[in-house]
């Protein structure tokens, strides 16, 4: 029978996660196979190419581009200071010669002399990329990095902004559809990765980036509330690299949307344990989603199936969530799948599950417009 | 694929897919009494993405809806059965794609608006998606064009400048740059990034020194060997090869679809550039076409006999929505939408879309949004096409005295809308809008057509499939287009010419396929729709007010044959050059309800009382 499939978000008690850590460029790593490391423990480190400066020797100092290497006072590879002579014209008779200064401190990297350019390369740009979870180092990608893997809860969410940052889990509301108020917050929550419920509104996440809160972790937020926090609109969702100090990872959807019970439920579990968090998004090739890792050690686990298995689509009893309006954010259970197309209220023609909802009313539903709620 | 040559123009059944950047459509095409038919179509959300990263599941659940909906086998566990034995399999399986979010390239050019330019031309015209075109002369400081190249990370790039014979300092320049900033490309840390020389001639020693060692380079002829002349095929089919051998070949899945396809993939924009030309061959008219996915919005037109596509990246109905929500504002979205909204609520709406793009609207409210920002996305990449589908410059035209008063100078827009034949809507939200009527709707209030002109949409957005068919047999491309493919909306009547709100702006005399004649007259506006079939055209008399024009110059008279089509004639009062719509919400509001119960995009008339 054919699957219609739509990918859905992992909300997992207990489950094997691994993490690649990657430098942009080959370096050097800082641990190996077998090592336990930390949130922050540096894993791999590199150099990045300095910044370049293309520097117009021949038409500084007035000189027909062929000329320049025999004007040059540094040859390819050696290093200059800023302001140490780089090149000198021969002048008139050895008279009215013309001494161009080094722009910046770098290396001589190439002579043109067919452009009469020279490109002078800046320090290198140390990089540095850490383990992010706390777990063991188990594979090693050499000179470009390592796998970190770890046992523990993995929430991930539909949207998030901001990057990878760490703090305790502490619950902020009295339930999944309780909303966060600027007056939710203090100084307890400094460093820490609250649990939201339905909402937050742009003042409470202000005062949370003023409070250095690390995370905020909520059902829903509004669209028109991020233009003033990244202080442009967001066209495409694909975010991460904000500068912003805390990391914000909505569950649901844009607008007022009861976290998922057992997103909140696993979340306040594991209050007071650390958590790693990243709300880095991209919905295109590739697609990554903001998650929540809660790595769990020794009397903690409990032993579930490691590994969360990935039906292949919608079946009948498939535990679904509705990603649409109406009923978005409900859950339900699969009672049928009707091979044939039905019509909805907007005219569009569709296959459609019947789906009962929490609460026990049946709809038809687009299949399109149901997600799989993957758990373990 | 099978290893021994197959005689394609002999298939009996040929299975097409396209991989969008949301959703994956099959076509099952059949020969039937003798003549190419589409018959099934299944569809399935594409899965580049995680947990499967591997684009063929989704081929293989849109052709296993097709089996269940042909009731025929077409797959042998995750393996297309070609070629046909009996009833089983199909004899030839072709496919085009931008999942993975196509090919993104950057141009360079030395002259922005010259060789720049055709850089960008050449591209386009090979499906690709321009990120930004460099120029000596763009005002941009060596180290900004560097960082610029590391920052945007794209998949090939195309440099090209002076003339065979001229100077050569900048375009070596340029390279002298690329080589600087080092570029790597987006998918897979290990390969080399491809580069394109297709510049002057007399450069191409010193380019392949500086950019050799760096980079995947290739040298094929220059894009403009004299100012007066573009040469793009060969690096169209230099970036199309390179797209195929590098970029598709490490996005997810790839290799193993071009392995199973009987030709070679094209990239979804190319195959619709394809039937676009042949449509526009074929039948001798002027063309725009337009295909508006999940991601970015592809438009064709063909004016004076010369081709034009313009990708616009970012502004699509799913992936981008949110885009277009910013580059149009807000107001220019409400403003087509019929009832009062709470404006956090919309941008919510539209930012779930985003988020959730492979969703579909349910209710009718959704819908309306939907189409809502469909109008204002293809707005604005029609704006962008305009500004980019010019006549060659740089160049020095024969000029009659004529022509010198007119200021016709080579750069201005090739477009004109009153000389505009045909105009064809591609992509989900137009193919597959609940009622033609709405997409003939979405068309009309987009681009704003002028004079006469005709409106058709692809059925089931099947036309990429049909550009890649036509590689392989032509026959059945042409015959499905034409039969199964076109499905015509009927034409748009639209006088041009300020007037004054209510007054008289057509009077038109219509003598139906029975004989009936009929008069109708168009105030400013309004909107009518006289039902009319593509096969029995009207014939009209058409006087527009006097100031205003129809095709015939201001105030005169046409006399010609209309043809209908699933939705009719739509007479369109509301204005061009202006196009008038009221500010204020209610006026508005009840303007839009009224347009709309007059072109019947909701609901069919009721009928009336006996």
Do not use: E, Q
């Given at each position: 029978m054919a699957h219609a499939y739509t990918p859905g978000l992992k909300v997992l008690r207990e489950s094997k996660i691994q993490k690649t850590r990657l430098l942009p460029l080959k370096g050097k790593l800082r641990v190996q196979t077998g090592d336990e490391v930390t949130p922050?423990?540096?894993?791999a480190a590199t150099e990045l190419p300095g910044n370049v400066q293309m520097v117009n020797v021949a038409g500084q100092i007035n000189i027909d581009p062929t000329d320049v290497g025999d004007c040059m006072l540094k040859v390819e590879g050696e290093a200059v200071a800023k302001g140490e002579p780089l090149a000198r014209s021969k002048g008139i008779f050895g008279l009215f010669k013309s001494t161009l200064a080094s722009p910046a401190e770098g290396t001589v990297e190439s002579i043109s002399s067919v452009t009469g350019q020279v490109v002078l390369r800046e320090a290198p740009i140390p990089v540095q990329v850490d383990a992010y979870i706390q777990g063991k180092v188990v594979e090693e990608l050499p000179e470009e990095g390592v796998v970190v893997e770890a046992t523990g809860a993995f929430i991930q969410g539909i949207f998030g902004i901001g990057g990878e940052r760490q703090g305790e889990i502490k619950v902020a509301v009295s339930g999944p559809a309780a909303v966060i108020e600027p007056a939710d917050l203090d100084e307890s929550c400094r460093g820490k990765v609250l649990v939201g419920g339905a909402y937050c509104s742009l003042a409470a996440f202000r005062r949370a980036m003023e409070l250095e809160v690390a995370g905020i972790i909520v059902g829903g937020f509004n669209y028109q509330d991020l233009k003033p926090i990244l202080g442009f609109d967001l066209g495409v969702a694909i975010t991460g690299g904000e500068q912003i100090p805390t990391t914000l990872v909505v569950t649901e959807g844009f607008g007022t949307i009861a976290m998922a019970q057992r997103t909140f439920d696993l979340l306040g579990r594991h209050a007071g344990k650390i958590a790693s968090i990243n709300g880095a998004t991209q919905i295109r090739a590739g697609v990554i989603r903001p998650e929540v890792i809660v790595p769990l050690t020794g009397g903690e686990l409990e032993g579930v199936d490691a590994r969360a298995d990935s039906k292949l689509g919608i079946e009948e009893n498939s535990l679904v969530r509705v990603i649409?309006?109406?009923?978005?954010g409900m859950l339900g259970r699969v009672r049928s799948l009707p091979p044939e197309l039905r019509e909805m209220e907007s005219g569009t023609l569709v296959r459609v599950a019947e789906v009962e909802l929490d609460g026990g009313h049946v709809a038809l539903l687009p299949r399109a417009n149901l997600e799989m709620v993957e758990t373990d | 694929m099978s290893e021994e040559k197959r005689d394609y123009s002999r298939a009996r059944t040929i299975l097409a897919t396209d991989c969008g950047s949301t959703t994956t459509k099959a076509i099952l095409i059949q020969l039937i009494d003798g003549e190419y038919r589409q018959t099934h179509r299944g569809e399935a959300p594409t899965t580049v993405e995680a947990p499967f990263e591997d684009v063929t599941r989704g081929v293989l659940n849109a052709v296993r809806e097709v089996e269940e909906l042909a009731d025929r086998q077409i797959l042998d566990g995750d393996r297309i059965l070609a070629p046909a034995e009996g009833d089983k399999g199909v004899d030839i399986y072709i496919s085009t794609s931008s999942a993975g979010g196509g090919l993104q390239m950057m141009v360079a050019g030395v002259v922005k608006s010259m060789t720049g330019e055709s850089a960008e031309r050449a591209a386009l015209g090979a499906g690709a998606i321009v990120m930004d075109v460099l120029a000596s002369?763009?005002?941009?400081l060596p180290h900004q064009k560097i960082s610029r190249i590391r920052q945007l990370r794209p998949d090939m790039i195309l440099l090209s400048g002076g003339?065979?014979?001229?100077?050569i300092s900048h375009v070596v320049e340029l390279a002298e740059i690329l080589h600087a900033a080092n570029p790597r490309p987006r998918l897979g840390i290990g390969y080399q990034l491809p580069v394109i020389y297709a510049g002057n001639r007399d450069a191409r020693q010193t380019i392949w020194e500086t950019l050799s060692g760096s980079t995947d380079l290739t040298v094929v002829d220059n894009i403009r060997p004299v100012l007066e002349r573009e040469n793009l095929t060969p690096s169209r089919d230099k970036i199309h090869d390179l797209f195929m051998e590098h970029v598709m070949a490490q996005a997810p899945g790839y290799k193993k679809l071009m392995s199973w396809t009987d030709a070679p993939i094209m990239p979804t924009p190319g195959a619709v550039g394809a039937i676009i030309q042949t449509v526009a061959d074929h039948y001798g008219i002027t063309v725009v076409g337009v295909d508006i996915g999940g991601a970015t919005t592809d438009v064709f037109s063909v004016f004076e006999n010369t081709f034009n596509r313009t990708v616009s990246a970012n502004l699509g109905m799913s992936y981008s929505v949110c885009n277009v929500l910013a580059e149009a504002t807000l107001p220019n979205v409400l403003r087509w939408v019929p009832l009062e909204m709470d404006e956090a609520e919309l941008m919510n709406s539209i930012g779930n879309k985003m988020i959730r793009p492979t969703t579909i609207p349910q209710a009718m409210e959704e819908l309306q949004i939907e189409q809502a920002i469909a109008r204002e996305a293809l707005r604005l990449s029609f704006i962008q096409h305009k500004q980019f589908a010019v006549g060659l410059k740089g160049v020095q035209k024969e000029r009659t005295i004529s022509d010198a008063f007119d200021q016709s100078a080579s750069g201005e827009t090739l477009v004109d809308m009153m000389a505009l034949d045909l105009l064809v809507g591609s992509g989900g939200v137009l193919s597959h809008a609940p009622r033609r009527h709405q997409a003939a709707r979405m068309l009309i209030d987009a681009f704003l057509p002028e004079g006469i002109t005709e409106l058709a949409v692809d059925s089931i957005f099947m036309m990429p499939q049909l550009g890649v068919l036509s590689t392989v047999n032509e026959k059945a491309a042409t015959e499905v287009f034409e039969k199964d493919c076109l499905v015509h909306l009927g034409t748009c009547i639209a006088p041009v010419g300020p007037t004054k709100k209510g007054r008289t702006v057509l009077e038109a005399k219509l003598t139906l396929p029975d004989g009936t004649v009929v008069g109708r007259t168009l105030k400013q506006g309004e909107m009518f729709l006289v039902p009319a079939t593509h096969e029995e055209p009207v014939k009209a008399q058409l006087k527009p007010a006097k100031?205003?024009?129809?095709?015939?110059?201001?105030g005169h008279e046409i006399e010609t044959e209309l043809r209908g089509g699933v939705v009719g004639l739509i007479f369109d009062g509301r204005g061009r050059q202006p196009f008038v719509l009221p500010e204020e919400p209610v006026e508005r509001i009840a303007k839009l309800r009224e347009w709309s119960e007059a072109t019947e995009e909701y609901v069919s008339p009721q009928p009336a009382a006996s």
């Open positions: 922050n423990k540096v894993v649409r309006a109406p009923y978005f | 002369n763009d005002g941009r003339i065979d014979g001229g100077t100031g205003l024009d129809l095709g015939a110059g201001k």
